[in-house]
């Protein structure tokens, strides 16, 4: 036990030393703290006002000066009411007091609507918001021309209402936006805390390192040391990064922008342990197999190639509760929660949209447990014929004839 906190101590003081964690690190706090003030940002260069100057003209005064109600409409545009000519309006456009101009036009029988803009490809198009509000005046004025009763009018204009049902019977609730940014933020700590696992390994070995603490204590100690030195450095780092937004999003964002894009009401105590759990699990299982990658080659221009299987593992994992997010009571998406590789990406995510039991729950772990202590006798086993291997990396054939060596 001692000389398995010795080298915890000392892989944790490592991590934390090297200038490309700490760059890193920073460089990631920096861009959340900048990313959450964008919305300020544009908000000062632009004013405090940032919806668009819509000018509408009512040229034969279709609608008796009614469109002035629209002022008062919270339609995301500052409108306008004046009689310009189309001469007038162009040079408000190319001058910037207005951004686009609605003219309404008599012909015959026809109202004509031209929508007046300095760019045809603007991606936005026509305000269909705003026509219909228009069109929507345009008919209750000529209805109440008519006369008509208060139950005549609602007989033909009644209020329809919608609603969403689904005919299973798990029903999932949560803001999918705020789900996707947890997965892939549960994937960046457990890939990337995982990968160091590999690179470590490779880089003491190079620097013969590895010699010294081998004579010190057993390759078992030094693979679980290092694995649990490297998940807890992880682990804080995933802390500040997560605390860090949190606390971007509250002080930078508007209550409003948060509630809509951001829904905590999800977010419970019991679903931040379930998330923890699952990335020290996560982390264990994808850092054992890079622990094992890492021991087979000499050269840290070969670890990558070497990680290419495992990296291949984490990204199908991910993906796979990834894209089961847009059907989240599928079979699919339960097989993703009980798979190994991408148990500790969707689980946390089912329960967060409740339609996770606690016997799902539980039936998950155990299989990640196992999964996770057939990997260690593996990579231990393996890593401890390899730990000294200075050559050439060494292909499948030869990681398997160390792990059948029954001298290990």
Same mark, same amino acid.
Do not use: W
């Given at each position: ?42 908000? #000062? ?22 469109? $002035? ?26 001058? $910037? ?53 208060? !139950? ?16 299973? $019977? ?33 880089? !003491? ?12 204590? #057993? ?31 509250? /002080?930078?964002? $508007? ?45 840290? !221009? ?73 990997? /260690?006798?593996? /990579? ?29």
């Amino acid at each position: 036990m001692k000389d398995l906190k010795t080298v915890i101590k000392f892989t944790m003081s490592d991590m934390l030393k090297r200038k490309s964690f700490i760059i890193s690190t920073l460089i990631i706090l920096i861009l959340i703290v900048i990313g959450f003030n964008v919305p300020k940002i544009i908000k #000062s260069i632009d004013g405090d006002d940032l919806s668009e100057k819509l000018l509408i003209v009512d040229t034969a005064n279709i609608f008796e000066g009614n469109l $002035e109600i629209l002022k008062n409409t919270d339609s995301g545009y500052e409108i306008q009411i004046e009689n310009k000519t189309y001469e007038e309006i162009k040079e408000k456009i190319e001058q $910037e007091e207005i951004d686009s101009a609605i003219i309404i036009e008599q012909k015959e029988n026809n109202i004509q609507i031209r929508y007046i803009v300095e760019n045809t490809n603007m991606m936005e198009g026509v305000p269909e918001d705003i026509i219909n509000t228009i069109n929507t005046m345009y008919t209750n004025m000529q209805i109440s021309k008519l006369g008509l009763t208060a !139950e005549q009018l609602q007989s033909i204009t009644p209020n329809f209402e919608f609603t969403l049902e689904q005919t299973e $019977e798990e029903e999932a609730s949560g803001n999918i936006f705020a789900i996707m940014l947890l997965s892939i933020v549960l994937f960046y700590a457990i890939y990337f805390c995982a990968y160091q696992v590999s690179s470590s390994i490779t880089t !003491e070995k190079t620097s013969k390192i590895m010699e010294t603490l081998v004579t010190s204590t #057993s390759p078992r100690t030094i693979v679980l040391g290092k694995t649990i030195g490297i998940g807890i450095v992880g682990l804080i780092q995933m802390v500040i990064i997560v605390g860090t937004a949190i606390c971007s999003a509250k /002080a930078f964002l $508007e209550p409003e922008m948060i509630n809509a894009v951001l829904d905590m009401s999800n977010i419970t105590p019991y679903l931040g342990i379930v998330t923890i759990i699952y990335f020290i699990l996560g982390y264990l299982a994808y850092a054992l197999l890079y622990a094992l990658t890492g021991s087979t080659v000499s050269k840290p !221009e070969d670890i990558q190639s070497a990680n290419t299987p495992v990296a291949i593992l984490a990204v199908v994992g991910f993906y796979l509760s990834y894209f089961t997010m847009m059907n989240p009571t599928s079979e699919l998406n339960v097989f993703a929660s009980m798979l190994p590789i991408s148990s500790p990406f969707c689980m946390p995510f089912r329960i967060m949209m409740g339609i996770a039991s606690t016997t799902d729950v539980i039936i998950s772990i155990a299989i990640l447990l196992v999964t996770i202590f057939v990997i /260690a006798h593996i /990579a231990i086993k393996i890593y401890s014929n390899a730990i000294l291997n200075y050559g050439t990396k060494m292909s499948f054939a030869d990681i398997i004839k160390m792990y059948r060596d029954k001298n290990n």
